[in-house]
């Protein structure tokens, strides 16, 4: 019973353009979600944030935007650059008790030169 | 600042032998992790400290066990390994906001 998902497990788009990555979420007590990128033999590095009380947030070229009523949630990256090339992990987390992170499966976005 | 460290980086183990895990973290915080990523999924949690001296299972724990020895050290020993074990471990750490900080990961099969 996945509770965090990523529908897509890949995604490769133009260098310039703008990248959509996509997560959808079913538990209702998760009130604060996270993106991560991750390269080959690392560990995932924070990217940015949202609080389940806004429906926005930018730090940059990435934009998170969240949609509580379909429990759904995006990040945008604009311009896409080729060192944006990485695994993209969405995850969820509650403000109270252990706030252990619940992670979708990932996407590996390809950004094309 | 070094951040999260994690060592071995690689470890090939027999069905049967046992190994510990050794993480650190210089940020001063108070919570830690232990996660498990396998080939396809997001990473899983295995056990979680809030402070030195506690410790609580996450999702899949059995087999593992944990020692938080300190406020920047939180061990995970596997007893008795099994292949199903082979796995990337991961160790992270976080302080009052919501964001972890992970480790570089370890990178363990069994055989």
């Known amino acids: 019973d996945q509770q965090v998902k990523q529908n897509s497990p890949s995604l490769s788009v133009q260098e310039g353009r703008i990248s959509i990555l996509n997560c959808d979420y079913t538990?209702?007590?998760?009130?604060?979600f996270l993106w991560y990128k991750k390269y080959p033999a690392e560990g995932p590095t924070f990217l940015i944030s949202i609080s389940s009380i806004k429906d926005k947030n930018e730090d940059g070229r990435f934009t998170v935007f969240l949609n509580k009523s379909a429990k759904h949630l995006s990040l945008h990256i604009v311009p896409s650059q080729p060192g944006d090339s990485a695994v993209y992990f969405c995850a969820a987390s509650t403000y109270t008790g252990r706030r252990a992170l619940t992670f979708g499966s990932g996407t590996r976005l390809q950004v094309q030169p | 600042n070094a951040g999260v460290t994690q060592t071995p980086k690689f470890q090939v183990l027999k069905t049967g032998q046992s190994m510990t895990l050794q993480c650190a973290q210089d940020?001063?915080?108070?919570?830690m992790y232990w996660y498990r990523q396998d080939p396809g999924m997001g990473l899983r949690l295995i056990y979680y400290s809030a402070s030195e001296g506690t410790t609580d299972k996450g999702e899949v724990p059995n087999g593992y066990n944990v020692s938080r020895l300190n406020k920047r050290e939180f061990s995970l020993r596997l007893e008795s390994a099994a292949p199903s074990q082979t796995s990337v471990y991961f160790c992270?750490?976080?302080?009052?906001?919501?964001?972890?900080?992970f480790g570089p990961g370890t990178r363990l099969t069994v055989t």
């Open positions: 538990n209702s007590m998760f009130d604060y």
């Open positions: 940020m001063n915080h108070n919570s």
């Open positions: 992270a750490s976080r302080g009052t906001s919501s964001e972890q900080y």
